[in-house]
């Protein structure tokens, strides 16, 4: 079988004189002295609903914006992987597709290049013929997704550079197996992420935001009200993931809650790996697991020895049966809080696409944006992962959005606005006018990529060069 056909429901000759292609494409030429085979490109994405719950077993409802990584590639005569990016501070990079590793020791956060080597290494892991040698490749790479800003910028790469490997390797995958592939192989950067962004990174569809349920992964669909225009604005505030430990203490605190109850309510515990797993062994519904988790847990921070003791092992036991090397350190955990998160956030994205479901109808948007709402305010409260500045645009927002939400990681990043095409411009020039330009954060950036209207835009496309001539 061939690699994955090239997409057909666009103009290919007509994207690829976009200044980009054509600018990305002298760069390789510059860089490499040849020409590029292929061009690959991958979209960020923004949440709507459904946050910090993928990773739990939950379902999401992200779509693609028109923001992407793009790269050109080609196959080295050596085992090589060579890279060149249109940043100049990411400097160029070179390694034996036989021999790397993707972290160096002590670099913190991880250089862009260890993202690219996570996809490469998935698509290596994944070949079934033992007798497969790999092929290197050539690639210069350039982006416009904001960085660390909850956009999925380094999904989009992870995903763009297993593509890339697995058309210059001539292996054939579906888009839903790369999106697997992709969501475990980025772990190796150090975060236990779910696998919203490379599922969305793969299998969106321009027009419509996706339900994507997990274990195993489907997509469907959203078709969103008519009226309905999504606004992206920047809090100013970037945060690194894979540079702290937050994320993946709050993985190991969604863990321990669900192997803890699971172990009051006479489980194996240890085959409980996310909250969902509990959900179904327990055969309750969203509601009555939020009674469980307020039946059973504890409002305040449980200890490392309190868990121990709860789930009757040792700290070197837990550590090898819940907590991943960063949380290693980590002394205290709110279960209560974020078991409650997840469960009601699991609701709500129940609640959105069923309203979804039903169309236009009066009070759709309102009902959307309620539901926006209460996610902000429950990853703000009970799960701890917003940042004062998300917080003062969503009061910012207030005026205009009909609802207003963190979107990704949280810690600092996005903020996803819901308006309707009436206010949306409207609720753009208040952000300029009382957020960024009264905000000493704010540099003279252009406004422009800060705060901007987005529509669900389509998920990765190859272009091969060769079928263009
Ligand atoms: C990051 C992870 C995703 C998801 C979000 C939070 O983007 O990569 O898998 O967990 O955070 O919803």
Redesign the pocket.
């Known amino acids: 079988m061939s690699p994955p056909p090239p997409s057909t429901n666009i103009s290919l000759t007509s994207d690829m004189k976009e200044i980009r292609f054509i600018e990305l494409q002298k760069l390789f030429v510059d860089k490499f002295k040849c020409e590029p085979k292929y061009f690959v490109r991958v979209p960020g994405r923004v ?1 709507l609903i ?6 739990c077993g939950y379902s ?1 409802c992200p779509m693609a914006i028109q923001q992407d990584i793009l790269i050109a590639v080609c196959e080295s005569n050596n085992f090589s992987i060579s890279l060149t990016n249109t940043d100049p501070n990411h400097k160029d990079f070179s390694c034996d597709i036989r021999t790397f590793s993707i972290l160096e020791e002590g670099s913190s956060p991880p250089g862009w290049y260890s993202y690219v080597l996570c996809g490469v290494r998935g698509v290596l892991e994944s070949l079934t013929s033992e007798n497969h040698i790999p092929v290197g490749f050539l690639a210069a790479v350039t982006g416009n997704i904001p960085l660390a800003s ?1 956009l ?1 910028s380094s ?1 989009a790469l992870v995903c763009s550079a297993a593509l890339a490997t697995a058309l210059v390797n001539k292996v054939q995958f579906t888009f839903d197996q790369l999106a697997v592939v992709c ?1 475990q192989s ?1 772990r190796y950067i150090g ?1 236990q ?5 490379q599922a969305i990174a793969f299998l969106a569809t321009a027009g419509s935001a996706k339900h994507i349920e997990f274990d195993p992964l489907r997509t469907t669909e959203i078709q969103l009200p008519s009226d309905a225009v999504f606004v992206i604005a920047h809090s100013l505030h970037s945060l690194n ?1 894979a540079a702290t430990s937050d ?1 993946n203490q709050r993985v190991a605190e969604c863990r321990l809650a669900g192997q803890i109850i699971a172990k009051k309510k006479g489980l194996t515990w240890r085959k409980i790996n996310k909250l969902a797993d509990l959900q179904v062994s327990l055969k309750l519904t969203l509601a009555e697991m939020e009674d469980i988790v307020a039946e059973t847990l504890h409002e305040h921070p449980y200890t490392k020895e309190e868990v121990c003791q709860a789930l009757e092992v040792t700290e070197q036991e837990l550590e090898h049966s819940s907590l991943n090397p960063k949380v290693k350190h980590v002394k205290t955990f709110k279960l209560f809080q974020r078991a409650l998160h997840v469960f009601q956030e699991a609701g709500r994205v129940d609640k959105f696409c069923k309203i979804c479901e039903e169309g236009d109808r009066s009070n759709a948007l309102e009902q959307l944006g309620q539901l926006m709402q209460a996610s902000h305010q429950s990853l703000a409260k009970l799960y701890e992962c917003s940042h004062p500045q998300l917080d003062q645009l969503i009061e910012v927002a207030s005026k205009y959005a009909l609802g207003c939400r963190l979107t ?3 810690w600092g990043g996005c903020t996803v606005s819901l308006a309707t095409k009436a206010t949306a411009p409207a609720l753009v020039d208040l952000l300029k006018e009382e957020f960024y330009l009264k905000n000493p954060m704010y540099k003279g950036q252009d406004l422009n990529t800060l705060v901007f209207i987005t529509k669900p835009g389509s998920g990765c496309r190859i272009y091969d060069t060769e079928e263009m001539d």
């Open positions: 949440n459904g946050e910090h719950i993928d990773y999401v909850g999925s999904s969501a980025e975060t992420g779910g696998g919203m962004d993931k994320f990704g990681a949280g």
